[in-house]
């Protein structure tokens, strides 16, 4: 399914997603054609909507090119996508609305503080930390390979504090929760 905004999804969902394009952009080299043959041909849709795919792919790479990401880095709208996120989970801490998710907060902080010093980015944000390490474990399960016992528990805790996050993050965006 493509999202034309995360309003219509799972933000954290969302953001993933995004970072799986712009990778397997940079992996097919940012060929158009082979986007599309690659692609855009696997979704079993209509022409139309194959075509509305197809744009936003090739609307991406555009972005992606113009942002200067090509070898790596995020689409500038998706990076504060998730800064947003993140002020919210730093909103969400400070409010006395939600005690469950400080509770996760407070099981997920020091995998997060360990995810964050292996990766040698002591600068990145609790948030873009937990994305980064759920990403990587979904990148490890596409190749087949081995992911330690460890490393299954702590992202199976951060993910728990990102699906809370993102449930609680829709339910405030769509005024049925207040901080």
Known sequence: MIFKTY???NIAEYILY?????????????DLDKIGA??????????????DIYQYYKNMVTMMEKEQIKQSGHIQAIINVANDLN????????????PTYKALY???????????MKSNDVDAHDIEVALQALYGVMLLKI???????????????ISKLVAHLAARYKQFEEGDFEL
Do not use: M
Request: contains cysteine; charged residues 25%; proline residues 3%.
């Open 18 to 30: 995004i970072w799986q394009l712009e990778d397997l952009f940079r992996a097919l080299n940012f």
């Open 7 to 9: 309003a219509d999804c």
């Open 143 to 157: 190749q087949d390979k081995t992911i330690s016992k460890g490393t299954e528990q702590a992202t199976a805790h």
């Open 38 to 51: 690659t692609l855009v041909s696997q979704f079993k849709v209509d022409e139309n909507t194959r075509l």
């Open 106 to 116: 407070q099981i997920a902080k020091p995998l997060l503080d360990e995810f964050r």
């Open 87 to 98: 002020q919210f989970h730093l909103d969400l801490l400070n409010s006395p609305s939600d």
